[in-house]
Nanobody, 126 residues
Framework: VRLVESGGGSVPAGGSLRLSCVGSGNPFSRLCMGWFRQAPGKEREGVATIDRNTRDSKISYADSVKGRFTISKDNDKETLYLQMDSLKPEDTATYYC??????????????????WGQGTQVTVSS
């Protein structure tokens, strides 16, 4: 499985960005996926995760992004999205998508995904 993120950039506080993660998994629909981020000098943390069944999928968010970020998965387009609204300077980080066929934690805790993208930088200015 190959994952390629895009959509990062620099925005002022209060702005929005939409991250995309195109996957090459076969089948993509069987992947459990998530978004993670790592700020300089900090550990990587979970942002949002989504289970493989997008119809009744279990979605989880970190408390720090609830109500501002939305994760979604389009199996037809083989793409994972992260819509980020009301961005804050503390959201500044490199964002990574991750995927696994068997590791589906149903929460943002746990990072034992087999597949990771290269990351995309998000910078929010105050």
């Amino acid at each position: 499985v190959r994952l390629v993120e895009s959509g990062g950039g620099s925005v002022p506080a209060g702005g929005s960005l939409r991250l995309s993660c195109v996957g090459s998994g076969n089948p993509f629909s069987r992947l459990c996926m998530g978004w993670f981020r790592q700020a300089p000098g900090k550990e990587r943390e979970g942002v949002a995760t989504i289970d493989r069944n997008t119809r009744d999928s279990k979605i989880s968010y970190a408390d720090s992004v609830k109500g501002r970020f939305t994760i979604s998965k389009d199996n037809d387009k083989e793409t994972l999205y992260l819509q980020m609204d009301s961005l804050k300077p503390e959201d500044t980080a490199t964002y990574y998508c991750a995927a696994d066929y068997y590791f589906c934690p149903g929460s943002v805790v746990g990072q034992r995904y087999d597949y990771w993208g290269q990351g995309t930088q998000v910078t929010v200015s105050s």
